[in-house]
């Protein structure tokens, strides 16, 4: 390790600081806590000052936040878990105005419910959908409900300029003059407090292996877990926050790294039950491969539309097919009987919540089509139990009723994956009054492409070909008067102007 320029002096006036900032007013303080060694830091720091205060001057209330992206790798969760729990029990017995909440997505916005449900692809550098439905959003939803309570608030991040150079920038653009604290870059009412802010990695280490835990962790047990994983994943506040992909105190599922290092050093290392769950994200990220994207991916956007990339006629793929949606979920419900089978005693690990399985039932019914139920299916073949499902109105449509409209519709050259989706609309408008916004579903649907991928490359092909002809036309037509091309480009059908 290198030499670190932390001594107890600078500690000392780095807690009368923290002090300083605390009595300074009355707003309550939310401190975003992942269990990585930088927030474990901040906290310990925010605690050890605090504690020199009298009691009567701890008045203000600490959040400590942990945001749990239900997909967090199992290992960490049962840490958070247990560091949770002890810092509560200890503030209350150190008489420390300390709460602990985890935070975690709406079940419309989690990790399956859009991957499995909605079919978006795996997260990618590109597409990174992930991070502000499963970290910012639950943050924010927070703090949020704290600035309708309070007014105010002050948010303590375990932020170092060292860590991200975007992340400095934008809280010293945002700094407060003579003030420690810099205003949210997003959430009106909110500050920001980064107590170590100026340390370097190894500031933070010599300051967790120097000092002892005041809520009963060992912080040599941090270093343990960091000896094989290669960054942090940071409670994520604004999208200046790094990736955290690679990090133990990421997801398990994290498809924006190639490899998941982390996890497979934690296989390497004896954790042997968690060989499923990276086995489960190769599949994702086998997703992402550009040559077996077609194999995976509706050839048209969720709008219903198809784009080409450039001036190729390589679709821009959609979102995962229902067929492999199922697969998927079939896998995931197989791979928890696996881990739940192998993990060690204590550890009930859960990948899917019952919330979730609902959640995507509904939108498999209501949008994709998915007249044969399938989740329930899949849930009693993998698990061989019933969720309470809801029992659906009188006009629920069955996977006869799928078999014989397909039939029906194959007979007319009519797409029936249309129909379907028509008589969709027609099924959640039943009863009601008003029918401007069915009308309006009817024909967005309308609008969109329902031909095969053949057809629409033939089309493609199709309008090229005229083209160059209409070229070799515009060129024959200049030789024989003999006159130059002109220099502005003719404009060809389908150009735009
Ligand atoms: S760890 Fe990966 S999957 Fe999870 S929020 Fe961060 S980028 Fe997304």
Same mark, same amino acid.
């Given at each position: 390790?290198?030499?670190?320029?932390?001594?107890?002096?600078?500690?000392?006036?780095?807690?009368?600081?923290?002090?300083?900032?605390?009595?300074?007013?009355?707003?309550?303080?939310?401190?975003?806590?992942?269990?990585?060694?930088?927030?474990?830091?901040?906290?310990?720091?925010?605690?050890?000052?605090?504690?020199?205060?009298?009691?009567?001057?701890?008045?203000?209330?600490?959040?400590?936040?942990?945001?749990?992206?239900?997909?967090?790798?199992?290992?960490?969760?049962?840490?958070?878990?247990?560091?949770?729990?002890?810092?509560?029990?200890?503030?209350?017995?150190?008489?420390?105005?300390?709460?602990?909440?985890?935070?975690?997505?709406?079940?419309?916005?989690?990790?399956?419910?859009?991957?499995?449900?909605?079919?978006?692809?795996?997260?990618?550098?590109?597409?990174?959908?992930?991070?502000?439905?499963?970290?910012?959003?639950?943050?924010?939803?927070?703090?949020?409900?704290?600035?309708?309570?309070?007014?105010?608030?002050?948010?303590?991040?375990?932020?170092?300029?060292?860590?991200?150079?975007?992340?400095?920038?934008?809280?010293?653009?945002?700094?407060?003059?003579?003030?420690?604290?810099?205003?949210?870059?997003?959430?009106?009412?909110?500050?920001?407090?980064?107590?170590?802010?100026?340390?370097?990695?190894?500031?933070?280490?010599?300051?967790?292996?120097?000092?002892?835990?005041?809520?009963?962790?060992?912080?040599?047990?941090?270093?343990?877990?960091?000896?094989?994983?290669?960054?942090?994943?940071?409670?994520?506040?604004?999208?200046?926050?790094?990736?955290?992909?690679?990090?133990?105190?990421?997801?398990?599922?994290?498809?924006?790294?190639?490899?998941?290092?982390?996890?497979?050093?934690?296989?390497?290392?004896?954790?042997?039950?968690?060989?499923?769950?990276?086995?489960?994200?190769?599949?994702?990220?086998?997703?992402?491969?550009?040559?077996?994207?077609?194999?995976?991916?509706?050839?048209?956007?969720?709008?219903?539309?198809?784009?080409?990339?450039?001036?190729?006629?390589?679709?821009?793929?959609?979102?995962?097919?229902?067929?492999?949606?199922?697969?998927?979920?079939?896998?995931?419900?197989?791979?928890?009987?696996?881990?739940?089978?192998?993990?060690?005693?204590?550890?009930?690990?859960?990948?899917?919540?019952?919330?979730?399985?609902?959640?995507?039932?509904?939108?498999?019914?209501?949008?994709?089509?998915?007249?044969?139920?399938?989740?329930?299916?899949?849930?009693?073949?993998?698990?061989?139990?019933? #969720? $309470?499902?809801?029992? @659906? !109105? &009188?006009?629920? %449509?069955?996977?006869? +009723?799928?078999?014989? *409209?397909?039939?029906?519709? =194959?007979?007319?050259?009519?797409?029936?994956?249309?129909?379907?989706?028509?008589?969709?609309?027609?099924?959640?408008?039943?009863?009601?009054?008003?029918?401007?916004?069915?009308?309006?579903?009817?024909?967005?649907?309308?609008?969109?492409?329902?031909?095969?991928?053949?057809?629409?490359?033939?089309?493609?092909?199709?309008?090229?070909?005229?083209?160059?002809? #209409? $070229?070799?036309?515009? @060129? !024959? &037509?200049?030789? %024989?008067?003999?006159? +130059?091309?002109?220099? *502005?480009?003719?404009?060809? =059908?389908?150009?735009?102007?």
């Amino acid at each position: 390790m290198a030499v670190s320029s932390i001594d107890s002096a600078a500690i000392e006036e780095k807690c009368r600081e923290i002090r300083e900032v605390y009595l300074s007013d009355t707003r309550p303080w939310v401190v975003g806590y992942s269990g990585g060694k930088d927030s474990t830091c901040a906290l310990q720091l925010v605690w050890t000052a605090l504690s020199a205060l009298p009691v009567a001057q701890r008045t203000k209330p600490i959040y400590v936040i942990s945001s749990d992206t239900l997909v967090e790798t199992p290992v960490i969760v049962r840490y958070i878990d247990v560091t949770l729990a002890r810092i509560e029990k200890a503030a209350h017995e150190q008489r420390l105005p300390f709460k602990t909440q985890k935070v975690v997505p709406n079940v419309d916005r989690s990790f399956w419910v859009n991957l499995i449900g909605k079919g978006y692809p795996a997260p990618s550098r590109r597409f990174r959908w992930c991070t502000e439905r499963l970290k910012i959003e639950p943050a924010d939803d927070f703090i949020k409900g704290r600035v309708a309570e309070f007014g105010e608030v002050v948010m303590v991040l375990g932020v170092r300029s060292s860590e991200s150079a975007t992340r400095a920038q934008v809280m010293s653009f945002h700094r407060i003059k003579n003030s420690p604290l810099s205003r949210h870059s997003s959430l009106l009412n909110a500050f920001v407090y980064g107590p170590i802010e100026t340390f370097s990695t190894d500031d933070v280490w010599t300051y967790l292996l120097q000092n002892p835990c005041p809520w009963g962790n060992d912080n040599r047990d941090l270093v343990a877990m960091y000896r094989n994983a290669q960054g942090e994943c940071p409670v994520v506040v604004d999208k200046t926050t790094p990736s955290c992909g690679n990090s133990r105190f990421g997801c398990w599922v994290c498809t924006v790294v190639e490899r998941d290092r982390s996890m497979e050093n934690m296989i390497d290392s004896g954790e042997d039950w968690l060989a499923p769950l990276l086995e489960f994200r190769d599949l994702l990220s086998e997703t992402q491969e550009p040559e077996k994207k077609k194999l995976y991916r509706e050839y048209r956007r969720r709008s219903g539309q198809v784009s080409f990339k450039n001036e190729t006629d390589l679709p821009v793929h959609g979102p995962y097919t229902m067929d492999f949606c199922k697969f998927l979920l079939e896998r995931l419900l197989e791979t928890q009987v696996l881990v739940q089978r192998e993990a060690p005693p204590g550890d009930e690990t859960l990948l899917i919540h019952d919330a979730e399985l609902h959640e995507i039932r509904k939108i498999w019914r209501s949008e994709r089509g998915d007249w044969a139920d399938s989740v329930p299916q899949i849930v009693k073949k993998v698990l061989g139990r019933d #969720l $309470d499902w809801v029992i @659906e !109105d &009188a006009v629920a %449509l069955t996977a006869e +009723d799928a078999n014989l *409209l397909g039939e029906i519709c =194959a007979a007319r050259g009519v797409p029936a994956q249309l129909v379907v989706q028509l008589l969709d609309v027609e099924r959640a408008a039943h009863g009601l009054k008003r029918r401007h916004a069915v009308h309006t579903k009817i024909e967005e649907l309308f609008r969109q492409e329902w031909r095969g991928i053949d057809a629409i490359l033939a089309e493609r092909a199709a309008k090229r070909t005229a083209h160059a002809v #209409l $070229d070799e036309d515009v @060129e !024959d &037509a200049y030789e %024989l008067e003999g006159a +130059d091309e002109p220099e *502005l480009p003719l404009l060809r =059908a389908g150009d735009s102007k």
